[in-house]
């Protein structure tokens, strides 16, 4: 169970934010804004106490808050995200990790390194861990030597088509797993129950589990339908602001 959640509000400079579509435009401010108020209302009915930490307009990315730590059950990581342009938002995000963690249980990855935490996906007290255009190998070596120390596990997942592993791939607990692309194949993952994403339904393979209750994108009624059937109550967030800068509903928060 989760008993917190951090978020960061989307700033202004947002319409700058990394994109790899942006054929699907810039992002409307104030509509990010009544999104992001939607998505932290999603997750109190989950029962998780949100900590909203403020606009930072000097990193366009910053709501997207999951890429610069990992939160697990036993200690924090602080990442140093691959993107150039979001590499200082692992120096923002240390003080909200302080008031939940202590020293000594707050790690870091240090360069070479890089990591970033969409690349991230729990399952249990295991990490599976993409290496990507974001994630090298060197970062994922650090991480699992961190998880190792503290009790946890990790292994590597290989991603050439999306941006990080949990774009395609998502754990819904109860061996559930949302697989789209690339991933529906990987080996790694054939001991779960793998839902298969119907290719123009991919950005939705990106649902989180809340307690029980899974949040999915709005928009997408083939997921929708399928978590659904697996029995999970199901909470609908249109996220097509974040969408344009190839953000999902995991992206917007640490949950722990
Ligand atoms: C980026 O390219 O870094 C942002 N525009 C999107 C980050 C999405 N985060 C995630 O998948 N965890």
């Known amino acids: 169970m989760f008993q917190n959640v951090i978020v960061r509000r989307p700033c202004k400079a947002m319409v700058e934010g990394i994109t790899s579509n942006p054929q699907l435009g810039k992002p409307d401010y104030e509509k990010a804004l009544r999104q992001h108020d939607t998505y932290i209302e999603a997750l109190k009915q989950c029962g ?31 990442t140093n995200p691959g993107a150039a342009s979001r590499n200082g938002e692992k120096d923002e995000i240390i003080g909200a990790i302080r008031e939940f963690f202590s020293e000594d249980k707050i790690e870091y990855i240090k360069a070479p390194g890089t990591l970033e935490g969409g690349d991230v996906m729990m399952v249990g007290d295991h990490f599976y861990v993409g290496r990507s255009a974001r994630t090298n190998e060197e970062g994922i070596r650090q991480f699992i030597a961190i ?49 298969e994403i119907p290719e123009e339904e991919a950005y939705a393979a990106n649902c989180i589990w809340v307690n029980g209750t899974v949040i999915v994108p709005m928009g997408f009624p083939a997921v929708e339908k399928a978590v659904r059937d697996l029995g999970y109550p199901v909470i609908l967030v249109d996220t097509s602001e974040y969408r344009k800068l190839d953000g999902g509903l995991s992206c917007l928060s640490l949950r722990f």
């Not at 949100?50 to 200690?75: G, H, M, N, Q, W």
């Not at 607990?173 to 129950?193: H, I």
Request: some cysteine; overall charge negative; aromatic content about 8%.
């Open 48 to 78: 998780v106490k949100v900590t909203v930490l403020p606009a930072d307009e000097r990193y366009p990315d910053s709501c997207f808050v999951e890429d610069p730590a990992v939160i697990t059950r036993k200690c924090a990581i602080i």
């Open 147 to 195: 998880l190792e120390k503290h009790g946890l596990s990790g292994s590597e997942v290989t991603l050439e088509e999306v941006l990080h592993l949990k774009t395609g791939v998502n754990y819904l607990e109860n061996n559930n797993m949302l697989v789209s692309g690339e991933f529906v194949t990987k080996p790694e993952f054939a001991k779960y129950n793998r839902v």
